[in-house]
């Protein structure tokens, strides 16, 4: 498994797409964390003492969509650009070449996390000092809320590789989590106030702790969307186990 | 003993019947042209035999093993085929590199290869960059990757120039000669009758014919004279 998954971490650290989504998930971290330091609202000026409201602002945001685009980039690339073919020829058992992307899809994931995590953290301690403030929240209280959000990505990011790999297509891989996310999700909150919580995006959000009234608890929700993650890379895995690619 | 032995392949695609029931084998020391009309399978057979494509029925093997069973493949069989190549927004050393970490061979087997097949200046630019011919190149370059013992070549003279093509030529003579197996699949039959050993022609799927060159060719009649009578109810039912 050592040489194919540096293999995969080659192929995903010398193509641009990767880097300019992790860049832009950053971007966005930077800004959300700006705007809320400088936005003149209530929560602004809380930052200054609130221990709440300073865990909004150096908690990594809600950015799993970027290292689920990142999962999927990693299941569709090959396809989208046949690089499938050599890299299948290399390694033609299949179902090692999917564990390999797995873990670096994992891996990814967690990078996302600890860059937009940085970011938060940096940017807001920064930021609080700039403004004279002093810091309410202790190191572990911040620590969990990255490892929270570590969890959501890691699992978010194998989501993607699980659909990419269903799907094959990139755009498809991309657009049909996004619909997901903007229309089904909010959906379902209103349709079934009750069961949404146990689709990935309530998880998600009991994870984030941004929705007060979640039935279950944090370790539960991350179990659940580990499970989630694991069913669709096993999903994908079987599939493109048994696919033809030419 | 050959090297390659397709027995009794059969694959379909809904209704259609893409390879019917072919079997053939190329040999080692020898250059084996697979040659066929435009959808007579051949692709698709060479899928199976790479354990890229899943046959129906009957199987492909090399050395006596399915792609699937080889324990180092890259160093048993190397291919170029149409559909597959580098990501354009990767260096060709880049590409080459991903694929030598996959099958455990080192820096120095890149730059080796990169050198076999001329390519060593530019392989620090962007695939996108290179011409049709750079890219076959490249390809080649990736077959040759694993030092293997068989090649797989499906139109490696695509978009070669004349030089390109004799450079290739040679390569696969040499390569030949060194008790290395070529299978290779191409529509420029000049090219193959300067080239192969034998030939396995191939329509709707079926064997058509098989056999050393000179029991299809001869001074009295081309290969392509040849070719075109065995592939006529092919290509007229097109």
Same mark, same amino acid.
């Given at each position: 498994?050592?040489?194919?998954?540096?293999?995969e971490t080659?192929?995903?650290?010398?193509i641009?797409?990767?880097?300019?989504?992790?860049?832009?998930?950053?971007?966005?971290q930077?800004?959300?964390?700006?705007?809320?330091?400088?936005?003149?609202t209530?929560?602004?000026?809380?930052?200054?003492?609130d221990?709440a409201?300073?865990?909004?602002?150096?908690?990594p945001?809600?950015?799993?969509?970027?290292?689920?685009?990142?999962?999927?980039?990693?299941?569709t690339?090959?396809?989208?650009?046949?690089?499938?073919?050599?890299?299948?020829?290399?390694t033609?058992?299949?179902?090692?070449?999917?564990?390999?992307?797995?873990?670096?899809?994992?891996?990814?994931?967690?990078?996302?996390?600890?860059?937009?995590?940085?970011?938060?953290?940096t940017?807001?301690?920064?930021?609080?000092?700039?403004?004279?403030?002093?810091?309410?929240?202790?190191a572990?209280e911040?620590?969990?809320?990255?490892?929270?959000?570590?969890?959501?990505?890691?699992?978010?990011?194998?989501?993607?590789?699980?659909?990419?790999?269903?799907l094959?297509?990139?755009?498809?891989?991309i657009?049909?989590?996004?619909?997901?996310?903007?229309?089904? !999700? /909010?959906?379902?909150?209103?349709?079934?106030?009750?069961?949404?919580?146990?689709?990935p995006?309530?998880?998600?959000?009991?994870?984030?702790?941004?929705?007060?009234?979640? /039935?279950?608890g944090a370790?539960?929700a991350?179990?659940l969307? !580990?499970?989630?993650?694991?069913?669709?890379?096993?999903?994908?895995?079987?599939?493109?186990?048994?696919r033809?690619?030419? | 003993?050959?090297?390659?032995?397709?027995?009794?392949?059969?694959?379909r695609y809904?209704?259609?019947?893409a390879?019917d029931?072919? %079997?053939?084998t190329?040999?080692?020391?020898?250059?084996t042209?697979?040659?066929?009309?435009?959808?007579?399978?051949?692709?698709?057979?060479?899928?199976?035999?790479?354990?890229l494509?899943r046959?129906?029925?009957?199987?492909?093997?090399i050395?006596?093993?399915?792609m699937?069973?080889?324990a180092?493949p890259?160093?048993?069989?190397?291919?170029?085929?149409?559909?597959?190549?580098p990501?354009?927004?990767?260096?060709?050393r880049?590409?080459?590199r991903?694929?030598?970490?996959? %099958?455990?061979?080192?820096?120095?087997?890149?730059?080796?290869?990169?050198?076999?097949?001329g390519?060593?200046?530019?392989?620090?630019?962007?695939v996108?960059?290179?011409?049709?011919?750079?890219?076959?190149?490249?390809?080649?370059?990736?077959?040759?990757?694993g030092?293997?013992?068989?090649?797989?070549?499906?139109?490696?003279?695509?978009?070669?120039?004349?030089?390109?093509?004799?450079?290739l030529?040679?390569?696969?003579?040499?390569?030949?000669?060194?008790?290395?197996?070529v299978?290779? %699949?191409s529509?420029?039959?000049?090219e193959?009758?300067?080239?192969?050993?034998?030939?396995v022609?191939i329509?709707?799927g079926?064997?058509?014919a098989?056999?050393?060159?000179?029991?299809?060719?001869?001074a #009295?009649?081309?290969?392509? #004279?040849?070719?075109?009578?065995?592939?006529? #109810?092919?290509?007229?039912?097109?």
């Open positions: 498994m050592g040489p194919l998954l540096r293999s080659h192929k995903m650290t010398t641009r797409a990767p880097w300019l989504v992790l860049g832009a998930a950053v971007a966005l930077a800004a959300a964390s700006v705007l809320l330091v400088l936005g003149g209530a929560l602004s000026e809380g930052l200054r003492h221990a409201a300073q865990r909004m602002l150096l908690d945001g809600d950015l799993a969509i970027f290292a689920l685009v990142l999962g999927a980039l990693v299941a690339t090959d396809h989208r650009h046949d690089t499938i073919v050599p890299t299948l020829l290399a033609p058992r299949r179902l090692q070449v999917v564990g390999a992307k797995a873990v670096v899809t994992a891996g990814l994931g967690l990078l996302t996390a600890l860059a937009v995590g940085g970011t938060a953290v940017l807001g301690l920064g930021l609080l000092a700039l403004d004279g403030a002093s810091l309410a929240l202790g572990g911040v620590a969990e809320g990255w490892a929270r959000a570590a969890t959501v990505m890691v699992a978010c990011a194998l989501l993607g590789l699980g659909i990419g790999a269903l094959r297509n990139q755009v498809a891989a657009v049909v989590p996004l619909v997901a996310l903007a229309v089904l !999700a /909010p959906l379902a909150q209103f349709a079934m106030p009750d069961a949404h919580w146990f689709l995006t309530g998880l998600e959000q009991i994870l984030l702790e941004r929705q007060a009234g979640a /039935p279950i370790a539960l991350a179990g969307l !580990a499970a989630y993650a694991a069913g669709a890379v096993i999903a994908g895995g079987a599939v493109m186990a048994r033809d690619v030419v | 003993m050959p090297t390659i032995t397709v027995e009794g392949v059969t694959k809904g209704a259609t019947v390879v029931d072919l %079997s053939f190329a040999a080692p020391g020898r250059i042209g697979f040659l066929g009309p435009n959808g007579a399978g051949k692709t698709t057979t060479l899928g199976v035999l790479l354990g494509v046959a129906d029925a009957g199987v492909a093997r050395n006596g093993h399915t699937r069973e080889l180092d890259a160093g048993t069989v190397g291919a170029l085929l149409e559909h597959g190549g990501h354009p927004g990767r260096t060709g880049n590409h080459l991903a694929l030598a970490l996959a %099958s455990g061979r080192d820096r120095g087997r890149v730059e080796t290869v990169l050198g076999l097949v390519l060593t200046e530019p392989a620090d630019k962007r996108a960059g290179y011409s049709l011919g750079m890219r076959q190149r490249l390809g080649i370059a990736a077959a040759l990757l030092d293997p013992q068989v090649m797989v070549l499906d139109e490696p003279a695509n978009g070669l120039d004349p030089a390109g093509m004799r450079w030529r040679g390569l696969l003579r040499g390569f030949a000669d060194e008790g290395g197996t299978l290779l %699949s529509h420029v039959l000049a193959v009758a300067q080239t192969v050993d034998d030939v022609v329509g709707h079926r064997c058509l098989a056999g050393p060159i000179g029991e299809l060719a001869d #009295d009649r081309s290969l392509e #004279d040849a070719y075109l009578d065995l592939t006529a #109810d092919a290509t007229a039912m097109r």
